[in-house]
């Protein structure tokens, strides 16, 4: 074999590995089961606030624990543990997106994303309601 050979053929294997690597940092969005069936492991999970039950959070007992209930868009809920503080407007977030991992039958969440209600929407219908009665 002629010396670029080689070389392409160990350019072409340090890819690879490189590609095999970035691999197992890739994650994708998961149910509440699906979360469960990976127990341990680190995982998406996009949820909504069940609003039906409490959110526990004292910021003066301790700031860096919160307790709520989360449903995924199949209805299935979980428990879910978040070591921080309380965001702002929580409860008036649309979905959440939990970036952590289930133990022992509960999601502890290491970050949490918000998705809040536009501030627009209200904007939007009101010239909706304007075009049509013009």
Known sequence: ?????????????????????????????????SAREKEG?????IAKLDKTKPVEYDAIKN???MRFTAIDTLGNSTPV???NAKPTDFE?????????SMK???FE?????????????ED??????????N
């Open 81 to 83: 543990i978040y070591h």
């Open 1 to 33: 074999m002629k010396k670029t050979h080689i070389i392409i053929l160990i350019f072409i294997a340090i890819a690879i590995a490189v590609l095999i690597s970035f691999m197992g940092d890739l994650t994708t969005y998961d149910t509440v089961a």
């Open 109 to 121: 969440a290491d970050e949490m994303l918000m998705k809040c209600p536009s501030k627009y929407k």
């Open 92 to 100: 008036k977030s649309e979905r959440l997106v939990l970036k952590g």
């Open 41 to 45: 492991k680190f995982v998406h999970l």
């Open 104 to 106: 022992d039958g509960q």
């Open 63 to 65: 700031p860096n624990y």
């Open 124 to 133: 939007v219908e009101v010239n909706k309601k304007n075009l049509s009665s």
